[in-house]
């Protein structure tokens, strides 16, 4: 048969055409992926790039002594029977006050002008109050968070198409707030309290932050590196390097992969039974979350750890117990060092896994609004026995709000959330490429 | 080299390794010595998600305005907040269960046995359930016949039971536009559900006269409530099992679609929806408070009253609750949509003397 290497034959055009055709899937599979990628991140950004700001306004605040010091003492305890309800008339002449002042006019009433103060002023002026008494009497400039609605009016989200159709605000309010706006009464400005405050009721979507939920899930983080990291590594060295192969070695193995795959929430339903019911440790605590999520991250630890080791030559141990040392001096000196860029990674990632879960905890009363900074240690609550939050969760909890203001600060959550986890991600791939040792 | 060389040594060092070891040993150690009954000073709280709005925001108010720290609300349902209430008394158990029905008699069994016998009914007020669909969409003024005549699983017509097919609201009542039937309501662990069915599917059946006519075709009277109570499984009525938000999302994919609420829902929400009346009523606050809107219920929580005195703050934030100030009507649980309860002053009294159920009170 004559054939020329310049035209191929229907058999090496049949098989090429088969490779074209597989490389297209793959590119259609990627492009799939990152379709949906984009699309997620732009909804998640989109939605939530504006709770990193917020709008504050500048208002000058006349604490008379018959408003907030009704006894006329001074005395921070009497002025505390002045409730944040008792506090909310001497925001409404301030504000309408400001309206005067500024010579507009409206058709709104003095209580539709105050609902363009965020509910949490109330809480702010009166602390600032009770902080220092010698302010009675005086007036005070305050910079005061403006209403959730007022606040998605500079965002976009709220419009006075919307706004005339919605219970909460009315085009005359906004028109109001532009009207601060352009005199310098009302500022947009970068959202630090996002991160430092603690959660917020519905009626104050504005004053939402993420300050519990961070800090419940550091002390979470740090139970379960502290717990999970020792444990872990401990029991893949002697599975890896100790254990004799034998039938009930192979039964522990075949479980530890099991466990990497048991559903996150039946964790939960364990620690609600051993360390709440059983143990009483306190409920919502991040004692117990760390210790459920340190049994779900057990397993991906063990696994990633045993894979480490494994990858370190066994030549390496033969010259270590060639020259004389000891079995754990040839694990501890010259495998464990060589491992430990891996051993860090699969703990990292999976950290990185525990942070981002949830389900857990929805049985161990973390779902839940807590406003208290958790401590670390105090001597009634004992060691993270406080009550909090954590990172998923809040977002758990703010999509399920009614204020549609909630939605933002969700989608904030999310991309707070992710940022954390990238950096987490990349420190593991920074370790790696760093002491990875490649034979 | 350097780096490695370093973490070569962190990790070679076995008298490293060993404090390593012993500090996490003495940290697992404090976290068991430190913890034990009744260490806890703030009051926890879990039950209904109707209830939960309200509950954090009164939280909140009780946390800036007196010196007890916020007290901690979790959401999860009426009855798993009920059922986490009878697991017994200590610290490790929540003081208040929020219901968005009262507590039933097994209940209070499970609670008795469990050793926890003196609980505390406390009535909030009352919240109204509406019926909204998609702002852009057609109006509707609905009666309870209407809505059993739509979702209702089976129809007793000519003395038997024919299965339900109206597929559009003109079909169930002339009035109506010829809008396919799309019904989001509230899933079975919802407190809303029972209310629904009730006062809403089960008022209709009655209404429209299919109930006696059951009754007089010979069906007993448990029978005949059942089935006036089945909803149609056919897609045409969906059940939502998550929150408000849900249905809400469900509406603005499908305009045809209506859905069940809660009234402060809807309110905080008027820039999307629109609210049906039901019998001729706009549902406010006002019109539910008058009894003239036909579907509404009672919000409750239980306290534990050994927990009185032991947790702090408990009764404090109980009676803040119920205040004039908080539950009454121009304070701020009516702003978000409760309906305040006409007889709060004797709620008020029913927390000042502890009388707990069962008391005869």
């Not at chain 1, 020329?4 to 055709?21: I, M, P, Y």
């Not at chain 2, 000519?158 to 597929?167: I, K, M, Q, R, S």
């Not at chain 2, 009730?198 to 429209?208: F, K, P, S, T, Y």
Request: aromatic share 8%; hydrophobic share 45%; glycine share 8%.
């Amino acid at each position: 048969m004559k054939s020329s290497l310049l035209v191929s034959d229907a058999r090496t055009t049949k098989r090429n055409k088969a490779e074209a055709r597989f490389k297209a899937f793959g590119l259609g599979a990627i492009a799939v992926a990152m379709l949906a990628l984009v699309i997620l991140l732009t909804s998640v950004i989109g939605n939530g790039a504006s709770s990193f700001q917020q709008t504050y306004i500048t208002l000058p605040v006349e604490l008379s002594a018959d408003r907030v010091d009704k006894k006329g003492n001074r005395d921070p305890v009497e002025m505390a029977k002045t409730t944040t309800i008792g506090y909310a008339p001497v925001l409404r002449d301030a504000i309408v006050a400001e309206v005067a002042r500024l010579g507009l006019t409206t058709e709104l009433s003095d209580k539709d002008l105050a609902e363009m103060i965020s509910k949490e002023a109330a809480a702010t002026v009166r602390d600032r109050v009770l902080g220092n008494p010698d302010l009675v009497g005086q007036t005070v400039t305050f910079d005061l968070l403006a209403s959730g609605r007022i606040d998605g009016f500079f965002k976009g989200r709220v419009t006075m198409e919307s706004a005339a159709l919605d219970g909460n605000t009315s085009p005359d309010a906004l028109m109001i707030a532009q009207a601060f706006a352009d005199a310098g009464v009302m500022d947009t400005k970068f959202n630090w309290s996002f991160f430092t405050n603690p959660d917020a009721s519905v009626q104050r979507p504005e004053a939402a932050g993420l300050g519990v939920a961070i800090l419940g899930s550091l002390y979470m983080m740090l139970v379960v590196l502290f717990l999970a990291l020792p444990i872990g590594v401990a029991s893949s060295i002697y599975l890896e390097e100790f254990a004799p192969k034998n039938r009930i070695t192979d039964v522990i193995e075949v479980n530890i992969s099991n466990l990497a795959a048991v559903p996150s929430i039946v964790y939960g339903i364990l620690g609600l039974a051993i360390f709440i019911n059983f143990m009483e440790f306190n409920q919502s605590s991040p004692l117990v979350g760390g210790l459920v999520l340190t049994l779900m991250t057990l397993p991906t630890i063990i696994i990633s750890t045993r894979a480490a080791l494994k990858s370190v030559p066994p030549s390496i141990r033969d010259a270590a117990l060639g020259v004389g040392a000891s079995k754990m001096q040839s694990v501890f000196h010259h495998v464990l060092p060589l491992a430990a860029p891996g051993i860090l990674t699969g703990t990292i990632i999976g950290l990185a896994q525990a942070l981002g879960e949830t389900a857990p905890l929805l049985l161990i009363g973390m779902v839940a609004f807590v406003r208290e900074y958790p401590a670390a240690y105090t001597p009634e609550a004992g060691l993270f026995g406080e009550a909090s939050t954590a990172l998923p969760v809040q977002v758990f909890n703010w999509t399920q709000r009614s204020d549609p203001a909630f939605v933002e600060r969700a989608s904030g959550a999310i991309i707070t959330l992710l940022v954390f986890l990238l950096i987490m991600n990349a420190v593991a791939i920074y370790l790696r490429r760093r002491f990875e040792r490649r034979w | 080299m350097v780096e490695r060389f370093a973490l070569y040594r962190l990790l070679t060092d076995w008298s490293d390794m060993m404090s390593i070891m012993k500090l996490t040993a003495t940290t697992a150690a404090i976290a068991l010595t430190a913890t034990s009954s009744f260490a806890r000073d703030n009051v926890q709280i879990a039950g209904s998600s109707t209830v939960l709005p309200y509950a954090s925001i009164v939280a909140e108010l009780f946390g800036e305005n007196f010196d007890y720290p916020t007290p901690v609300v979790e959401s999860g349902g009426s009855s798993a907040g009920l059922k986490r209430f009878c697991e017994g008394v200590g610290a490790n158990t929540i003081d208040i269960a929020n219901a968005s029905r009262p507590i039933r008699e097994n209940e209070v069994a499970v609670c008795a046995d469990a050793g926890v016998t003196d609980i505390i009914e406390v009535r909030i007020g009352y919240d109204g359930i509406v019926f909204a669909s998609d702002i852009a969409g057609n109006s509707f003024e609905f009666t309870p016949t209407d809505w059993y005549k739509a979702i209702a699983n089976e129809h007793f017509i000519d003395g038997a039971l024919v299965p339900n097919t109206f597929e559009t609201w003109d079909q169930v009542n002339p009035d109506f536009p010829a809008q396919p039937i799309q019904a989001f309501i509230p899933g079975t662990k919802h407190g809303t559900r029972e209310v629904f069915e009730e006062q809403v599917i089960l008022a209709g059946c009655e209404d429209g006269g299919f109930y006696e006519a059951m009754l007089a075709a010979g069906v007993d009277e448990d029978t005949a409530e059942q089935k006036c109570m089945a909803i149609r499984t056919d897609g045409r009525s969906v059940d939502i099992d998550g929150d408000y938000t849900e249905t809400l999302a469900r509406i603005e994919a499908d305009s045809n679609g209506i859905g069940v609420f809660g009234l402060s829902f809807y309110e905080n929400n008027t820039n999307l929806l629109q609210v049906a009346t039901m019998n001729g009523v706009v549902p406010t606050t006002e019109s539910i408070a008058a009894g003239e809107y036909p579907v509404s219920r009672p919000l409750y929580f239980y306290i534990k009253a050994a927990h009185i005195g032991v947790i702090p703050g408990l009764k404090d934030f109980a009676e803040f609750f119920v205040s004039d100030d908080i539950a009454g009507p121009d304070g701020p649980l009516a702003e978000y949509g409760l309906v305040s309860d006409p007889e709060l002053l004797d709620v008020q009294d029913t927390i000042a003397n502890e009388m707990v159920m069962g008391s005869g009170s």
